[in-house]
T-cell receptor, first 113, second 112 residues
Framework: DAGITQSPRHKVTETGTPVTLRCHQTENHRYMYWYRQDPGHGLRLIHY???????DKGEVSDGYSVSRSKTEDFLLTLESATSSQTSVYFC????????????FGPGTRLTVT | GQQVMQIPQYQHVQEGEDFTTYCNSS?????IQWYKQRPGGHPVFLIQ?????EVKKQKRLTFQFGEAKKNSSLHITATQTTDVGTYFC????????????FGKGTKLTVNP
């Protein structure tokens, strides 16, 4: 498995609180992605990064922000968590863009009560 | 925006039966990738197809990319219990987009 870790692995939080999820890679890959996975929806892209300080929105970016200050770290922040953001969040990395395989992290299960 | 439709959503088979999942895109794809996610796990890359009409095999798995590069299929011959999981296709679009669009996946269960 590629060197990708996500923290925390599980989190329960209350509506309205800020939450930050961390993705850390040891592969020095340029591209990093955040997806959410919900039953019946598959994997949906939230945000992605194509370099340090270079990020762009995916298809479900509302309510989420990201930051990448170092090659190895990609942070996903929920400024004010809502119950609709209860999901499993996966980070992924790739060396190139869409023509390269993506390596996924183990996931973070987030519950917003 | 680009959509990738995947069918069926669920498939239950007896061990030894064959299984096929299909992906269709509303736009021409530059490439398509297939991933497998075991229950409780994370998606794992299986293969990538980039050429029109391309066929690739991995043991009992056969992957096809359509001539128009708008559809793809994954066929498993003689399923085994180890094939259980959700199979996702993901398409990349021509024109410079740096994102893959994933289908919703087909969840395969195998009855021993």
């Amino acid at each position: 498995d590629a060197g990708i870790t996500q923290s925390p692995r599980h989190k329960v939080t209350e509506t309205g609180t800020p939450v930050t999820l961390r993705c850390h890679q040891t592969e020095n890959h340029r591209y990093m992605y955040w997806y959410r996975q919900d039953p019946g929806h598959g994997l949906r892209l939230i945000h992605y990064s194509y370099g340090v300080k270079d990020t762009d929105k995916g298809e479900v970016s509302d309510g989420y922000s990201v930051s990448r200050s170092k090659t190895e770290d990609f942070l996903l922040t929920l400024e004010s968590a809502t119950s609709s953001q209860t999901s499993v969040y996966f980070c992924a990395i790739s060396e190139y863009a869409y023509r390269d395989e993506q390596y996924f992290g183990p996931g973070t299960r987030l519950t917003v009560t | 925006g680009q959509q990738v439709m995947q069918i069926p959503q669920y498939q239950h088979v007896q061990e030894g039966e064959d299984f096929t999942t299909y992906c269709n895109s509303s736009t021409t794809l530059s490439n398509i990738q297939w991933y497998k996610q075991r229950p409780g796990g994370h998606p794992v890359f299986l293969i990538q197809l980039v050429k029109s009409g391309e066929v690739k095999k991995q043991k009992r798995l056969t992957f096809q990319f359509g001539e128009a590069k708008k559809n793809s299929s994954l066929h498993i011959t003689a399923t085994q219990t180890t094939d259980v999981g959700t199979y996702f296709c993901a398409g990349g679009t021509q024109g410079g987009s740096e994102k893959l669009v994933f289908g919703k996946g087909t969840k395969l269960t195998v009855n021993p």
